[in-house]
């Protein structure tokens, strides 16, 4: 199957941001979007149980000058078994406009034992823009006894800040090697989260790193220019949940934004 959700998000004449141009088709959906917070809030939404080997699914979504967007999901995306070795592929390339602002806050993204999947992240910020993207990634079926059982994860992503590259992250997750020791060594059932900001505000970096403890190890770092990356391993979706909830909070109040409502918390 290959699907695609295509998006231009605008600023109206009446100061209120808007989609100018959508297309999607199957696996994804959208839910009818609506204005909180200064944003315009859009839901993705795949109606069939998840994504299968050699399923392709293209995101690109634009927000033009001056518009507010936020990208949500109300439900966990899911990868199924490989049954023919190949990879399932999701191509995401996010454009943010002088002036405006996105947010890309997804749920969990959870393996299933044998899944086989590739993700492309290319995060596009003009000299103004702002975002915040957010990942996700669980161990698998933690209560079905599918924890790290997956075969193979690829995760590929570049940040372009006014065309120059300022981050540049690829890794691979495979059970059957040394690359999940990060990952559990410390919880048996790490969920890991990760974070891209671009802006021009004061960074929290301390009430970031206060976030930390027992059940969370997180830390936070500028990049080359104009943003930071922020990476944190919890002990259980639980505390995975909280710290995004709480981590998100601290970025809109440190940007002087009111964070929209996405209606999970």
Known sequence: MKGHLHLTCSLGANGESYLREQSFRAPLHLSKPHHDGGALVVNIVNPTAGIF??????????VESQASLVLTTPSSGRVYRSRSGLDARVNQELK?????????????????AGARYHQRNTLRVAETGSLIFFEWLSPGRVASGESFLYEE????????????????????????DESLNSLNAVFENAHYLGCFVIGTFAFPQDEIEAL????VYIGAGPLVAGGWTIKAICRDSLHARKTLSTLRTILYQAMKKEAPTLGRF
């Open 53 to 62: 080997d050699d399923d392709e699914i293209d995101l690109n979504i634009t």
């Open 153 to 176: 994860l690829c995760w590929d992503t570049d940040v372009i800040l006014a065309d120059k590259v300022i981050a540049r992250e690829r890794y691979t997750l495979n059970p059957k």
């Open 96 to 112: 943010v406009a002088a002036g405006s602002f996105l947010e890309f806050y997804p749920e969990p993204f959870i393996p299933h």
């Open 212 to 215: 930390g403890g027992d059940d």
